[in-house]
């Protein structure tokens, strides 16, 4: 039984660059969250998506970062251009609705240099 | 502005102990609380959770409690086995959003 997965597990690139990051998440799970964890701010809500349309997206940081999902088995998290502040742990989570429990991927570990 | 706060960075129990890790929250509208366990390069695991409506939750070696008037939840492990050592987060849902503390680090020393 897959847990909810992610890609690449680490990325490290080059101030400017264009930086994708991929998740699946779990057969079933009609919501997605994508989270970004930085000593700073913690474990914070980017974006989520219900039935792969974007409900809340308040917590993105700004322009340079987009989030799709074009089925209900893949959402990407774009970062354009990449910046060293942008350097975190990135998760995917998936949830089922009316379940309170979200599941987490492994996470993209990236390094903008 | 910090709606969910673990104010202990750290943690050390000795092994076959108590651990007691603690929460606070602001926002009165939460209507459930989740505990997460996270070890170095891995995701977030669920742990264990609350409803707003209860005070208790026991699930094995777990139990969370909840002070809806003092807005406090805390989490027990008992008793503390070297492999609980980890981070552990206290979150708390409004709606569909998950929001979360900064997190604990739990040492169980053997």
């Known amino acids: 039984d897959a847990g909810v997965i992610q890609s690449p597990r680490h990325e490290v690139t080059e101030m400017g660059q264009e930086v994708t990051l991929r998740c699946k998440p779990i057969?079933?799970?009609?919501?997605l969250f994508w989270y970004r964890q930085t000593m700073m701010r913690g474990l914070e809500l980017l974006i989520y998506?219900?039935?792969?349309?974007?409900?809340?997206d308040s917590g993105m940081p700004e322009d340079r970062f987009s989030a799709k999902m074009p089925n209900a088995s893949f959402s990407t998290l774009k970062i354009q251009p990449s910046e060293p502040r942008d350097s975190a742990v990135y998760f995917c989570?998936?949830?089922?609705?009316?379940?309170?429990?979200?599941?987490f991927g492994p996470g993209t570990r990236l390094l903008v240099l | 502005d910090q709606q969910v706060k673990q104010n202990s960075p750290s943690l050390s129990v000795q092994e076959g102990r108590i651990s007691i890790l603690n929460c606070d929250y602001t926002?009165?509208?939460?209507?459930?609380f989740l505990w997460y366990k996270k070890y170095p390069a891995e995701g977030p695991t669920f742990l264990i959770s609350?409803?707003?409506?209860?005070d208790k939750n026991e699930d094995g070696r777990f139990t969370v409690f909840l002070n809806k008037s003092a807005k406090h939840l805390s989490l027990h492990i008992v008793p503390s086995q070297p492999g609980d050592s980890a981070v552990y987060f206290c979150?708390?849902?409004?709606?569909?959003?998950?929001?979360f503390g900064a997190g604990t680090i739990l040492r169980v020393k053997s």
């Open positions: 989570a998936s949830s089922f609705d009316g379940q309170e429990t979200q599941y």
């Open positions: 057969s079933g799970h009609n919501s």
């Open positions: 998506f219900n039935n792969n349309v974007p409900i809340d």
């Open positions: 926002n009165s509208m939460f209507d459930y």
């Open positions: 609350i409803s707003s409506i209860k």
């Open positions: 979150a708390a849902l409004y709606g569909n959003k998950l929001v």
